[in-house]
């Protein structure tokens, strides 16, 4: 039977509207995606740009004679290296003379220097009465003028650095006694008050001991309770209600954790503030509706005919989700896990109630050591006022961002490595 040549002509006609439809939905859909990965560029552009110089300090070739008149104390730890930086400074600049002239000279050079001088001397005892050519870090203000982030050109009311200053920095560019190398600090340092002395290894150490706090707690709680509440627990009103809390719980903001961690570990237990341990549980609370979640999810992916074959053998229930349903959704709970620990690796507020806010310049070396993390580093790097923490702040934030896509990335791999296609 044939439709009259009015239907198809109707028929032709409605087909038309649906084939430009679905184009208009496709381009809609390209046109969505290629926005976001050009405001994600842009993103990455400014951070980049902004941060790629913290990974460069500028430091000053210096002349220095270790001479034990000047160190003035038969204690090496104490002697007063300073005073070697002021008199190295005023032999290469004898036109100093008065006391202004001295002190802006004396501020071209950071006030870590003299800590470099003294490890070397700590090291080396013999050097006391040589003289060497060293490189001594320059303070924040050079730094910013060397990089390009100020402007010589403007009247000296307007700028840090004064005219006198810049002219003995161009002395020295000149003789070849300034140059960038690569900040191995801001790698190997913890915080500071002075931007050329700051480092991230403090702050990353503290993720990585409350990381592994919180991957050892979570991990084997939140799979316990997935395959407790998917594969044995009864199905009755209480097993609907803890389901429904563990979902809320999920979107609960994060300070809410650290509101309870605050109240649960420090006021009540009494644990130490500022501790990766802490942090740690407060994170753990955090992460566990996410691992439980997605636990559950694989779960439920693992077809039941895995079970009933290994039950019609002759199975227990036990030995059937422990030898072939968890091992085939283990994958997706790994997945799941990276993603959490991800989550938590980026999370400020719940941390900043447990006081890992604090300024913590020694490197935590156990989990009850003081200690702050990467986002909180970040946060009190973005509200200080020197402009030499602005790029540190975009570096430390590319570092995150390293982090978070490389675990990412991670769960990415295990999920096409291990999962199996039904």
């Not at 409350?210 to 395959?227: C, E, N, Q």
Request: one cysteine or more.
């Amino acid at each position: 039977m044939t439709l009259p040549a009015k239907n198809i002509d109707i028929v032709n006609k409605g087909l038309s509207k649906r084939y430009n439809s679905e184009r208009r939905f496709r381009f809609y859909g390209m046109a969505a995606i290629c926005a976001s990965l050009v405001f994600l560029a842009i993103l990455f552009i400014s951070i980049f740009s902004k941060g790629y110089t913290a990974f460069f300090q500028t430091e000053i070739k210096m002349t220095i004679f270790f001479d034990s008149e000047v160190l003035g104390s038969e204690d090496l730890h104490v002697a007063n290296y300073p005073g070697i930086i002021k008199k190295s400074l005023l032999n290469m600049f004898p036109d100093a003379k008065s006391r202004q002239d001295k002190r802006m000279l004396y501020s071209l050079v950071s006030s870590g220097a003299g800590f470099k001088i003294r490890n070397m001397v700590l090291e080396n005892p013999g050097l006391v009465g040589e003289t060497m050519e060293i490189w001594v870090p320059a303070d924040d203000d050079v730094d910013m003028l060397a990089k390009g982030h100020m402007d010589r050109t403007v009247p000296e009311e307007e700028r840090r650095l004064k005219d006198r200053q810049i002219a003995w920095i161009e002395s020295l560019e000149k003789d070849g006694r300034i140059a960038k190398k690569f900040n191995v600090t801001f790698f190997t340092a913890g915080d500071s008050r002075e931007p050329e002395l700051a480092g991230i290894w403090g702050a990353t150490c503290g993720s990585f001991f409350t990381m592994i706090v919180t991957l050892l707690l979570s991990f084997p709680i939140g799979v316990a309770t997935a395959v407790y509440l998917e594969e044995f627990a009864p199905k009755n009103r209480w097993t609907d209600i803890i389901e429904v809390n563990i979902n809320n719980l999920a979107a609960v903001p994060s300070i809410v954790f650290g509101l309870l961690g605050l109240a649960v570990f420090l006021n009540f237990f009494g644990m130490p503030r500022s501790a990766p341990l802490v942090g740690g549980l407060v994170l753990t609370l955090m992460t566990l509706p996410t691992i439980i979640i997605a636990s559950r999810a694989a779960l439920k992916s693992v077809p039941p005919s895995i079970r009933e074959a290994a039950l019609g053998v002759g199975a227990s229930q036990m030995q059937t989700v422990m030898h072939h349903v968890l091992p085939l959704a283990l994958p997706g709970m790994l997945t799941g896990t990276i993603i959490g620990m991800a989550q938590a690796l980026g999370e400020t507020a719940p941390l900043l109630m447990i006081g890992m806010v604090a300024f913590i310049v020694d490197i935590p070396g156990s989990l009850n050591d003081p200690s702050t993390v990467l986002p909180v580093q970040i946060f009190l790097w973005a509200d200080s006022p020197e402009r030499g923490f602005l790029e540190r702040t975009s570096a430390a934030i590319m570092v995150l961002l390293t982090f978070l896509v490389a675990m990412n990335a991670l769960a990415v791999m295990l999920r096409k490595k291990f999962e199996k296609r039904w």
